[in-house]
């Protein structure tokens, strides 16, 4: 009875099936790949002592965009980590997997190529932040509100491994 039933699902069903179901594994993120990158997605997240509700918020970014790291999953809740060292809870719905970072130390250059080589096309200062793209040989794609060009990655938090 299950095997004629398996063999009447026709392969278009069953690509439908296979679409709707690895997304929702892929969503789930687990222990397994922490740590990992993200930044704020909305333009307010509260981050707080606990992974609940009831527990007293300790920061409230106001920016969308923050980067931060995951430390810890529990339930719809990641314990991060954000530039400044501030560790906390805060909700996945306002979690992005876009992957943002932060100038860090001193004014840093921002170059046409990228292995670091070019003319200089940007001088970004400390706490300036864009979107990270491919990092290869240290030096990482930065974008920064459409300026566009290659950063040291030691320059910026939220590039590099985890």
């Known amino acids: 009875m299950i095997t004629s039933f398996v063999r009447a699902i026709t392969p278009g069903i069953a690509t439908i099936a296979l679409l709707v179901t690895v997304p929702a594994a892929h969503a789930q993120d687990t222990e397994d790949g922490v740590p990992y990158w993200v930044s704020t997605r909305k333009d307010t997240a509260n981050m707080r002592v606990g992974p609940g509700r009831e527990y007293r918020i300790n920061w409230t970014y106001t920016r969308k965009g923050v980067p931060l790291k995951v430390l810890r999953v529990m339930g719809g809740w990641r314990l991060v ?47 300036v932040m864009g979107k990270i793209g491919d990092c290869k040989a240290d030096w990482c794609s930065f974008d920064v509100d459409g300026r566009k060009g290659y950063i040291k990655a030691a320059s910026v938090w939220g590039a590099g491994k985890p």
């Open 81 to 127: 980590e954000d530039p400044d060292g501030a560790r906390g809870w805060v909700l996945q719905q306002f979690l992005s997997r876009e992957r943002t970072g932060i100038v860090k130390g001193s004014i840093t250059a921002m170059r046409e190529n990228k292995d670091g080589s070019g003319r200089l096309l940007w001088r970004v200062g400390p706490g």
